[in-house]
């Protein structure tokens, strides 16, 4: 979100869409931790605590309109002023295993492989693979190479079925 808002100027209206990363209720204003996983960055947006979903929640997928403004807070150079946050996709239940604000070992996040895409860590490293990928790719492109995605061969042997053919 934020390397898209950058370039943005301030004072101006802007949606954004994204996942709770973090939510501090206080009595007049909430304020919500949004990631879209572009980058390791979050953006915080503020919402005044009557304008708040009911269903609004850690790791709810949310659509927020507002407008950006410059932050006094020393660690971010812009905010997000909510003027409406829609609820797209529900919060996740209390059983979700990674909690906000905190730090997961890699062997404890492994357990979840359906859901370290979510983590900071693993999103890092996807985005990092990703551009590598990426760029690998266009070189070879340039070069006149072609892609050819071969069969995926494996050394599991199920009842047999190992036996179909042999590699050399």
Same mark, same amino acid.
């Given at each position: ?25 206080? %009595?007049?204003?909430?304020? =919500? ?10 953006? $915080? ?56 604000? %905190? ?27 990703? $551009?590598?990928?990426?760029? =690998? ?32």
């Amino acid at each position: 979100i934020l390397s898209l808002l950058r370039d943005k100027p301030l004072n101006q209206i802007v949606k954004i869409n994204g996942w709770v990363k973090g939510l501090r209720r206080q %009595k007049e204003r909430t304020f =919500i931790d949004v990631d879209d996983g572009s980058c390791i960055y979050k953006l $915080q947006v503020v919402l005044s605590s009557e304008k708040r979903p009911a269903d609004l929640g850690f790791h709810a997928a949310v659509s927020v309109t507002g407008v950006l403004r410059s932050s006094s807070h020393e660690r971010q150079d812009v905010e997000l002023v909510a003027d409406d946050v829609q609820v797209v996709g529900s919060r996740v239940h209390e059983t979700y295993p990674f909690k906000a604000r %905190k730090v997961h070992v890699p062997e404890y996040v492994r357990q979840y492989p359906h859901l370290r895409a979510r983590t900071s860590s693993f999103a890092s490293l996807l985005r990092v693979r990703s $551009q590598t990928k990426m760029a =690998i790719h266009q070189y070879l492109q340039k070069e006149g190479f072609v892609n050819v995605d071969t069969p995926v061969l494996t050394t599991n042997d199920c009842e047999g079925g190992g036996e179909v053919f042999t590699v050399q």
